[in-house]
């Protein structure tokens, strides 16, 4: 039989034998309309909240583009025994939503560390630099000076508010890193990673400005050797050599940061035992550093010694939400966009469940009248949803209908990254491959040793006060402003002082400046393609 004629028998096939899978309450119009009648009455009822925010709930899930929020709702439904498109996830109840354009200035696709400059300083830059503007050039200290641009972070510990870090990535990462740090390199996770020639122009590394630059009252994720001197042992792996201390200036910047906190309760700690002793009500500072780099994914964290994201933002919100002026609390889920680079879908998609549980302990722990809580993602990846695989088939599974050569593929895939099979022109065949395993890595199209990134406009969900502002599609750094306004916190407080007239600004720019910006462009990307082939992994 012809390719073409098995194709379309195939497809009938699937059609005539996927309908089974319907619920049977489904097959009645009613049940549809009067869901939809149901969600249309909650629309016309909702008013909005124009208080201001005392607190700020800011989840960002890394590398968490509509894709994998879509293929995360699947599966969440599915480990509880549901077929799992029709899920809600906690996400799902936030009433507004809009989108963010996440490129750089130098970049179409952007890297973690432009894009939370973008959502926390309120100013977008460029692809591998934290807190300063476009005007800072990648790698160069000098560039730096002068062009530093702080975080709603910092705005919100300014107007007397507590403020914490959350991820389960490295205290140092990207996105954390860019509410306190400001530096040319997203790289210069401790002053062992500088060139010589950045310490000498005066520049510091990421973790001792974890310590210098604000006074962050709660810090949670990994990190632990990069601020510990140079072979000094891990407690938790002794015998491992690359667990051990990095800096050259042979500081502890624990001992440090404890020292800083004299006449306060603080508390370090870095394992599951003495993080659970620590009393929220009774807390000033925390410092919880659970693994040298970056925690464990979710799917293999050891619950004796690690606790859970949905743990860490508990701890986190108790502690800080005792202040009677409020919080502001970043919470990331960034190992979403790691398991992505090395395309295992399996790893990002529970990364992500787990994600949305530590929002509905969120939620649960604060009242949405004074909370304004927002959810989005920084950017996304080249992950497609494909296929035609029945409802309720898992997620994680293959399209019941099969390619041109008669081999199967699985729902997800990648655009790119080290899952490309292809050998002398033929797929693998994965009949009898288990595609639902942690250490399955999906197959993509272009061979590459760690997927990219990719440039579609990512989600952005919004409740509690002026929530409403969250709408329509936006530049990604139109985020840090309106949570600013929201919380009267920053520069703009026309909020809590009952204003709505603009603050004009007179800043005016040549008409000339796009042109210009367009014919030194080619000269640019020339200069970087170089410097692009070294870059292995941007996350």
């Given at each position: 039989m012809e390719p073409s004629?098995?194709?379309m028998l195939a497809l009938f096939l699937l059609v005539v034998f996927g309908t089974t899978a319907a619920k049977v309450e489904e097959e009645n119009p009613e049940f549809w309309r009067s869901q939809a009648k149901k969600t249309l009455q909650t629309a016309l009822n909702r008013k909005h909240n124009t208080n201001v925010a005392k607190n700020i709930l800011f989840f960002l899930g890394d590398g968490m583009g509509i894709t994998t929020y879509t293929a995360a709702r699947i599966l969440k439904g599915q480990l509880q025994n549901h077929t799992g498109e029709e899920t809600v996830m906690t996400m799902d109840t936030f009433p507004y939503v809009g989108l963010a354009k996440t490129y750089s200035v130098d970049f179409q696709i952007p890297?973690?560390?432009?894009?939370?400059?973008?959502?926390?300083?309120?100013?977008?830059?460029?692809l591998n630099t934290i807190g300063v503007s476009a005007a800072a050039r990648n790698g160069v200290c000098k560039s730096q000076k002068g062009n530093e641009v702080t975080s709603i972070l910092k705005w919100a510990k300014d107007a007397g508010k507590s403020v914490g870090i959350v991820t389960t990535t490295r205290v140092q990462?990207?996105?954390?890193?860019?509410?306190?740090?400001?530096?040319a390199s997203r790289k210069w996770y401790s002053d062992a990673d500088m060139p010589a020639a950045a310490k000498r122009d005066g520049c510091t590394d990421i973790a001792s400005q974890l310590l210098n630059n604000t006074d962050i009252d709660v810090i949670i994720g990994g990190g632990r050797k990069y601020m510990t001197p140079r072979g000094t042992k891990d407690p938790e792996y002794p015998k491992d050599y690359s667990s051990r201390g990095k800096r050259q200036d042979k500081r502890n910047l624990i001992s440090e940061w404890l020292n800083k906190k004299t006449g306060k309760v603080a508390h370090y700690v870095w394992n599951k035992t003495d993080f659970d002793a620590v009393n929220p009500e009774t807390t000033d500072y925390l410092m919880a550093l659970f693994e040298p780099g970056d925690l464990r994914y979710e799917a293999q964290r050891d619950p004796s010694m690690d606790p859970s994201i949905i743990e860490t933002t508990e701890k986190a919100v108790r502690i800080l939400r005792k202040n009677p002026q409020g919080f502001f609390l970043l919470v990331e889920g960034g190992r979403i966009d790691q398991a992505h680079h090395d395309g295992r879908a399996y790893m990002a998609l529970h990364e992500t469940v787990a994600f949305d549980n530590a929002i509905a302990k969120g939620l649960e722990l604060t009242n949405e009248e004074e909370t304004l809580t927002i959810v989005m993602a920084d950017h996304s990846h080249p992950i497609t949803f494909n296929g035609y695989p029945f409802r309720g088939q898992s997620i994680l599974g293959k399209s019941p209908l099969w390619a041109k050569d008669m081999l199967p593929y699985t729902t997800l895939m990648y655009g790119n990254g080290p899952g490309h099979k292809i050998i002398n022109g033929?797929?693998?065949d994965i009949r009898n491959v288990d595609t639902k395993t942690e250490e399955y890595v999906q197959l993509s199209a272009v061979p590459t040793a760690s997927a990219t990134h990719s440039g579609e406009d990512v989600a952005v969900l919004a409740r509690g006060p002026m929530a409403h502002l969250f709408h329509g599609i936006q530049e990604q750094n139109y985020i840090a402003h309106a949570m600013a306004y929201a919380a009267c916190v920053g520069e703009d407080l026309r909020h809590c002082r009952g204003q709505t007239t603009p603050v004009f600004d007179h800043t005016t720019f040549d008409n000339n400046s796009a042109g210009e910006a367009q014919s030194s462009a080619a000269l640019i990307s020339c200069l970087l393609s170089g410097a692009l082939l070294a870059l292995h992994v941007l996350m």
């Open positions: 004629k098995v194709s890297d973690s560390a432009a894009t939370a400059t973008a959502y926390l300083c309120g100013v977008k830059t460029n990462h990207a996105t954390p890193a860019t509410s306190y740090a400001h530096s033929t797929r693998p």
